[in-house]
C-alpha cells in the first residue's frame, strides 16, 4: 500500500529534489505539498539554534492542518574554521536589495562570497553539507535524522554552476574524489548516499 507524506516546502526546486530523493530510497510514497492544500502562504519563522530545530518549526507550521505525516529539513553548509555558515546569502548581498538584484547577479554574489571563503583558507579547505530531516507524525510524535557529506571547498570553478546553488560549482566530493558539478546520476547518487540513507531511516521509522 503507497504511503502518504507532506512536504513542508512550496520550493519548487525542493520539492523535486524531495521526490528524487525519496525515490532512491525504493521506498513506495505519494507525495503532497502546500500547493495540495492551499497553504502555500504559510512562512514559519525559522529562528531555531540548530538544524533540527529548524526543520521541526517548519513541519509544526502545517501541525493540524493536514492528516499525514509531515517531514521538513534543514541545509547548513559547514566549513572548517569557520563553523556553520550563517545566513551566506545576506552575507554575499551585504548593503544590496535583494529585491532590487536579478537571479544571476545574486548568484555571481554568492559565488563570490564562497570563492572568498577558500581564499582565505588558502584556496582550498575542508567543508561539509549538513542536512537535518524531521518527520512529524499526526499524534505529534517526532522522529529525526541527519546527515553529513564531507566536500572540499575551492575558489576553483569547475562548471558553471546552478542558478540556485552557485557554491556546487566550487567544491569536490570527498566520496567521489571528483568536482561534484562534473557528477555523472550514478555519482551524484553516490555522494548523496548518507542524505539517502537519513532518509531513509526516518521514513521506516516514522511509517
Do not use: C
Not at 30 to 37: G, L
Not at 114 to 140: R, S, T
Not at 169 to 197: C, F, G, M, R, W
Amino acid at each position: 500500500m503507497k504511503r502518504k507524506i507532506f512536504l513542508a516546502t512550496y520550493n519548487e526546486g525542493k520539492i523535486q529534489r524531495f521526490r528524487d530523493l525519496i525515490e532512491s530510497t525504493g521506498l513506495d510514497i505519494e507525495i503532497f505539498t502546500p500547493k495540495d492544500f492551499g497553504l502555500e502562504n504559510i512562512e514559519p519563522e525559522e529562528n531555531g539554534k540548530t538544524l533540527a530545530e529548524n526543520a521541526e518549526i517548519k513541519a509544526r507550521a502545517y501541525f493540524g492542518k493536514v492528516d499525514t505525516p509531515i517531514l521538513a529539513n534543514d541545509t547548513g553548509f559547514w566549513i572548517q574554521g569557520e563553523g556553520l555558515v550563517d545566513a551566506p546569502k545576506r552575507k554575499a548581498l551585504g548593503e544590496k536589495d535583494e529585491k532590487t538584484l536579478t537571479k544571476e547577479e545574486i548568484a555571481e554574489s554568492l559565488l563570490g562570497f564562497w570563492k572568498n571563503i577558500a581564499k582565505k583558507h588558502g584556496g582550498k579547505v575542508d567543508a561539509a553539507w549538513i542536512e537535518a530531516f524531521v518527520l512529524l507524525d499526526p499524534d505529534g510524535t517526532v522522529h529525526k535524522s541527519e546527515s553529513k557529506r564531507e566536500v572540499i571547498l575551492t575558489d576553483h570553478e569547475f562548471g558553471e554552476g546552478h542558478i540556485q546553488m552557485p557554491v556546487r560549482a566550487l567544491y569536490i566530493s570527498k566520496t567521489t574524489n571528483k568536482p561534484s558539478i562534473q557528477h555523472s546520476k550514478e555519482e551524484e547518487l553516490l555522494e548523496l548516499k548518507s542524505v539517502t540513507d537519513a532518509l531513509y531511516k526516518i521514513l521506516t521509522e516514522g511509517l
